[in-house]
């Protein structure tokens, strides 16, 4: 999978690129709207991470000149300016989503992989683990045919460790998550311990459940 | 009560009043006209008769066969002319009211009498008119004076309506001009086609007043996106660094736990950042206010979302939504956002085994939208700063940042929503929203 990095923070593009790398994803980076014009005719990218604010570009327009291109690369737009029209003009110009900065990048990813299943209509969305099933667009968990009620906040949780399985993580970024449509006050990590408790009891019904650590003092860690 | 109605209001009255004083003070005033044109004439008959006696002599009056006395009347007795030798040496010289009996008739006159002496003698001449010819004189002329009078008056009533709406037709245009415009962006200056100086200055005021809040909003908006853009930049960086340290297998154990402290400051600045991001965008009104929202509805969903929250804390959290209310022009997202922030504090302000409930019911204005819980409630002297920013009231977990309900306060505004607030401390609080539909 090639992706190019549309970013003219150095900083920011490096830490995206170091890390699209670990999960074994070949990275470019244009820091300007020029060179990206030429990367983005000259190379076949399969995804553009798009950074609206840049200093010699129209962010937008760019989005225009990858909408022309043939083989259809997935955009998602990434920005810290967060004007509602910048939101609204980016997906009525056919970007696939919108991420306003700072974001984490596990969201990013999850973000990236929910656009490639929809973009390339990938046809299982089936994963198993450790004898149990998760499917995550009808939203459905199971073990050995026998489906377990959760409910949809440990549907998310389940499904968020399983999107990152063998990687920590924090309480906060679980709780960024599930809870990431509202801005609140402060968060209390509690509810997510409350969640994981609940959701180890249900499944420990049909089988063991210790693949779901606690790592302590930082979170949890689905291991497969 | 509009400029132009008062003016005609107050002309009319004005007239009005002049018009009565008039109707009042007309018979007073004629009569007396009458009564001193009568006295002139009197007075000039007077002056004929002495005339008649100087040339014809006393005795074309008075002689042998009328005895000493002459007297003469007209036909209806409007008039009389007496005159008599008198012994007294009383010299008299009047004009005044005086009941006259003739032909067995009593008639108010109004009588000159006056003394003069010929040929050693003394005589007494008295003219009359009678009062009633007087009066009846003075009758017509009140009568036409009056039908004048109400003429005018309601002439001048209608030329000045009429006038009084031409010479206001620019504040006119003016007023309805700023009645069409909701928010100060979305005025355009537009010229006025008048010669009053006064409604010109006022139009080339507004004009540029308006420029300025538009100019000022502007600044406003892009100063948001730079602060945005310069402080949620080095946020972004420092956050996906964060992230890949602890990802990275290299990165000691023992350094996870400061790392995480470090993520969660780092979320706590993020918050503070976009908190006031968000309040003040809605501020500048760069959100768009085009979706129907279903408010009963609303309030279940918001109550669904968060119903596992309260659960953890052992909090039951009732919904008691009856009615129906769609709030037009709104925006869901930050409703939901207001909503849920009130439920959530009332979730962690409340006391172990407490409970929340979520009222809704119509108004004779729309909708009224409660949240009542069992919480530690805020003392009296606080209540009136709990909207402002920055103002934490108690933070269990020291990590709020007391923006949360600055922000809630933002969005009711935004949406003309009055909200208030009655806390008893130790038995609870509750938030109320009236919501009503903007006309």
């Not at chain 2, 002495?50 to 008039?79: K, P």
Request: aromatic share 8%; net charge negative; hydrophobic share 40%.
């Amino acid at each position: 999978m090639h992706i190019l990095i549309v970013e003219d923070e150095a900083g920011l593009a490096n830490e995206l690129s170091y890390f699209l790398s670990q999960e074994h994803y070949k990275c470019d980076w244009a820091s300007n709207g020029r060179e990206a014009s030429e990367k983005i005719a000259v190379n076949l990218y399969d995804f553009i991470l798009l950074d609206l604010g840049l200093p010699d570009y129209e962010g937008l327009d760019l989005l225009k000149e990858t909408r022309a291109l043939d083989h259809d690369p997935a955009v998602i737009i990434l920005t810290a300016r967060g004007s509602l029209e910048d939101r609204i003009h980016g997906l009525g110009l056919g970007a696939d989503d919108y991420l306003p900065k700072p974001f984490s990048l596990l969201e990013l990813q999850a973000r990236m992989q929910a656009v490639l299943r929809r973009k390339f209509k990938l046809k299982s969305s089936v994963a198993a683990f450790h004898g149990f099933e998760l499917d995550s667009s009808a939203r459905r968990v199971s073990h050995q045919g026998r489906e377990i009620t959760l409910t949809k906040k440990e549907f998310d949780i389940l499904h968020y460790l399983l999107l990152h399985k063998n990687r920590i993580l924090t309480r906060l970024q679980l709780t960024e998550h599930i809870w990431g449509n509202v801005l609140e006050d402060d968060y209390d990590s509690n509810y997510i311990d409350v969640h994981i408790k609940n959701l180890r009891k249900k499944l420990s019904a049909y089988a063991p459940t210790d693949w779901l650590e606690t790592v302590r003092g930082v979170g949890y860690r689905l291991t497969v | 009560m509009r400029l132009q109605t008062k003016l005609a209001l107050f002309s009319a009255a004005s007239k009005i009043v002049i018009l009565l004083l008039l109707v009042l003070g007309l018979p007073t005033i004629v009569n007396k006209v009458a009564l001193l044109n009568a006295d002139l004439r009197l007075l000039q008959k007077e002056e004929r008769m002495y005339q008649i006696i100087e040339e014809q002599g006393i005795a074309s009056f008075i002689t042998g066969e009328t005895g000493d006395a002459y007297g003469s009347y007209n036909l209806f007795r409007e008039e009389f002319i007496s005159l008599e030798e008198i012994s007294s040496g009383k010299v008299v010289n009047s004009i005044e009211n005086s009941l006259r009996k003739v032909e067995n008739e009593v008639v108010n006159y109004r009588v000159l009498s006056s003394t003069f002496d010929l040929g050693g003698k003394r005589y007494l001449l008295e003219i009359g008119r009678s009062l009633a010819t007087i009066e009846h004189n003075s009758e017509q002329l009140q009568k036409y004076a009056l039908i004048f009078l109400a003429a005018v008056v309601l002439l001048t009533v209608f030329t000045d309506l009429a006038f009084s709406k031409i010479l206001l037709r620019p504040l006119t245009l003016i007023v309805k001009r700023l009645q069409r415009v909701e928010h100060p962006s979305a005025f355009t200056p537009k010229q006025l086609n008048t010669t009053t100086s006064d409604f010109l200055y006022l139009n080339n005021t507004i004009n540029a007043m308006m420029g300025q809040i538009q100019e000022a909003f502007q600044k406003e908006k892009e100063f948001i996106g730079n602060v945005s853009h310069e402080l949620l930049t080095p946020v972004s960086i420092l956050q996906t660094r964060l992230e890949n340290m602890l990802a990275d297998p290299a990165t000691p154990e023992s350094q996870l736990e400061k790392l995480v402290d470090n993520l969660r400051t780092l979320h706590r600045l993020k918050n503070i950042i976009q908190s006031l991001l968000l309040v003040s965008r809605i501020e500048n009104e760069q959100y768009l206010r085009n979706e129907v929202v279903d408010i009963p509805h609303l309030a279940r969903e918001v109550a669904e979302e968060i119903r596992d929250r309260a659960e953890v804390r052992d909090i039951s959290l009732h919904t008691d939504l009856t009615g129906d209310f769609k709030l037009l022009k709104a925006n869901q997202s930050l409703l939901f956002t207001m909503l849920f922030n009130v439920v959530n504090n009332a979730i962690k302000y409340n006391q172990p085994q407490g409970s929340i409930t979520v009222k809704g019911q119509p108004t004779a204005k729309g909708y009224e939208l409660a949240v009542c819980d069992t919480g530690v409630g805020i003392p009296e002297e606080q209540l009136s700063t709990i909207f402002s920013r920055f103002k934490r009231l108690h933070a269990p977990d020291g990590e709020s940042h007391g923006l949360g309900l600055t922000i809630v306060k933002t969005i009711a505004n935004f949406h003309g929503i009055e909200l208030s607030v009655q806390s008893v401390v130790g038995q609870g609080t509750t938030f109320r929203f009236q919501f009503k539909q903007a006309a």
